[in-house]
């Protein structure tokens, strides 16, 4: 089965730092850009960040320049979020979306990702 799987959302204090995590199983995320997404209660889908097959990063929020980055290991077919001076703006459910080699310019419509994670939920306390 093909399948991206976020985890490590939670509950943290304004200020505080989580670092998510996007695991592919059935597939290797090698040939793969894989972009995080959030959606806050009432919201619609946001694109946050993306990085591409080759490691380079592309910024779909100016709300989070600065305070989150993304990375990706290969070896452990994952990719990360790390999201540093949590706000409780950035609560959420913060999901992964693979497509293939390159990040796009601007955030796709959700059907034109190959695969998608079920989110992962991020709540930051004021």
């Known amino acids: 089965q093909l399948q991206l799987v976020e985890s490590g959302g939670g509950l943290v204090q304004s200020g505080g730092s989580l670092r998510l995590s996007c695991a592919a199983s059935?597939?290797?995320?090698?040939?793969?850009?894989v972009s995080w997404f959030r959606q806050a209660p009432g919201k619609e889908r946001e694109g946050v960040l993306c990085?591409?097959?080759?490691?380079?990063?592309?910024n779909y929020a100016d709300s989070v320049k600065g305070r989150f980055t993304i990375s990706r290991d290969n070896a452990k077919n994952t990719v990360y979020l790390q999201m540093n001076s949590l706000k409780p703006e950035d609560t959420g459910v913060y999901s992964c979306?693979?497509?293939?080699?390159?990040?796009?310019?601007?955030?796709?419509?959700?059907?034109?990702?190959?695969?998608w994670g079920q989110g992962t939920r991020v709540t930051v306390s004021s």
């Open positions: 979306a693979a497509e293939r080699y390159y990040c796009s310019a601007y955030v796709r419509p959700s059907y034109e990702y190959d695969h």
């Open positions: 059935g597939f290797t995320l090698d040939w793969y850009a």
């Open positions: 990085i591409s097959s080759t490691g380079e990063s592309t």
